[in-house]
């Protein structure tokens, strides 16, 4: 079992060997009470739970995902850097439950755009689709199927698309 670091004091990354999973998200449980501030709870379900955090020395943002289920497709993506998905920081699992820490992406999802009464240009849906079959392909070189593509797992920020 690994867990992935990021190291904000020394902005170093470094992958931590545990023996057990118990000690693992313990300590990965710890490290976020000490470090992050809750900003707010941005989706939950009967499932999971999703928490905007922010590191408390750096000030940068971050999503928290607390679920039931695999940590499998997380851990195929750390330390994984793609403009077309978030960067997976750090991933704990014991006994079903699975902590994840990645990237905050700002920005609104492309359902919140489309019904906003917003409509993209074929230039830019063309672009959009281009950006989310990048992302796609990543995933699946990695043998990770995302199994609930759709436009609220779509965030839009600036040009670019990014799946989440």
């Known amino acids: ?4 670091c990021i190291d904000f004091e020394k902005k170093s990354k470094k992958h931590l060997a545990w023996e057990e999973e118990t000690v693992l998200m313990s300590y990965f449980a710890e490290q976020l009470q ?13 499932r999971s739970t999703v928490t905007l955090l922010r590191h408390n020395q750096s000030g940068q943002w971050f999503v928290l995902r607390d679920y039931r289920g695999s940590a499998e497709p997380y ?3 750390l330390g994984l850097s793609s403009p077309h998905l978030p ?15 990645e990237e905050y ?10 019904t906003g009464g917003h409509t993209l240009s074929p230039r830019e849906a063309r672009a959009v689709g281009r950006q989310l079959c990048q992302a796609l392909h990543v995933r699946h070189s990695r043998g990770i199927v995302h199994r609930d ?7 839009l ?6 799946l989440v």
């Open 1 to 4: 079992m690994y867990l992935y």
């Open 75 to 77: 851990r195929k993506l």
């Open 105 to 114: 992406i700002p920005g609104d999802t492309l359902a919140s755009v489309l």
């Open 87 to 101: 960067q997976v920081y750090e991933v704990a699992e014991e006994g079903g439950r699975v902590l994840e820490l």
């Open 34 to 46: 000490s470090r992050f501030a809750v900003l707010r709870t941005l989706s939950r379900s009967s």
């Open 149 to 155: 593509l759709k436009p609220e797992h779509v965030i």
């Open 157 to 162: 920020c600036g040009s670019r698309a990014v």
